[in-house]
């Protein structure tokens, strides 16, 4: 009887309902400039996908590295209409300078080397799908183009 009453009060110690903050988009406003970017130069035949979770794309021979991979997520994945993954995008701004930031870098490069193609972008002001277009175009062979600017609103 002990052993139900202590479970008890453990779930008496655990809301069942926690304050949440809502966030309006799944991107920043920098990333979203991005993805416009991307989307004006990708084919129709492709798709993004937002804040992908790792463990989505890989997944560790050994169980208990799970928590390390499931904890990451990846700015864009493109896919083909099916689904089937054809490149990882990652922005990198200046919080990637940091220590700590680079170890995670390191760690999802490590985990998507020879499964996905990885392709780093600096983080700009501004997004010129031109340019995102011959990275994608050299990286992947995509047919890509386009012809937009976006610029930084301030």
Same mark, same amino acid.
């Given at each position: 009887m002990?052993?139900?009453?202590n479970?008890?009060?453990k @779930?008496?110690?655990?809301?069942? #309902?926690?304050?949440?903050?809502?966030?309006?988009?799944? #991107?920043t406003?920098?990333?979203?400039k991005f993805?416009t970017?991307l989307?004006?130069c990708?084919?129709?035949?492709?798709?993004i996908h937002c804040q992908t979770?790792?463990?989505?794309l890989v @997944?560790?021979v050994?169980?208990?590295?799970?928590s390390r991979?499931? /904890?990451k997520?990846?700015d864009?994945?493109i896919? &083909? +209409? &099916? #689904?089937?993954? =054809?490149?990882? =995008?990652e922005l &990198?701004?200046?919080?990637? $300078?940091q220590?700590?930031? @680079?170890?995670r870098d390191?760690?999802? $490069? %490590?985990? !998507?080397c %020879?499964?996905?193609?990885? =392709?780093?972008f600096? #983080?700009?002001? &501004?997004y010129?799908?031109?340019? =995102? /277009?011959?990275?994608? $175009? @050299?990286? !992947?062979? !995509?047919? /890509? +183009? /386009?012809d937009?600017?976006?610029t930084?609103?301030a």
């Amino acid at each position: 009887m002990s052993s139900s009453k202590n479970s008890k009060s453990k @779930q008496k110690e655990l809301s069942p #309902t926690v304050p949440h903050k809502k966030f309006e988009y799944l #991107t920043t406003a920098n990333e979203r400039k991005f993805h416009t970017a991307l989307r004006c130069c990708l084919p129709s035949h492709y798709s993004i996908h937002c804040q992908t979770s790792l463990m989505a794309l890989v @997944q560790p021979v050994e169980r208990k590295n799970n928590s390390r991979t499931w /904890a990451k997520r990846m700015d864009f994945v493109i896919t &083909d +209409n &099916d #689904t089937k993954v =054809i490149a990882v =995008i990652e922005l &990198d701004d200046r919080s990637h $300078n940091q220590e700590n930031r @680079q170890k995670r870098d390191e760690y999802v $490069n %490590g985990a !998507l080397c %020879g499964h996905h193609k990885l =392709i780093r972008f600096q #983080t700009k002001r &501004d997004y010129n799908s031109r340019e =995102i /277009a011959a990275v994608l $175009n @050299q990286e !992947l062979n !995509l047919v /890509a +183009n /386009a012809d937009v600017v976006l610029t930084h609103s301030a």
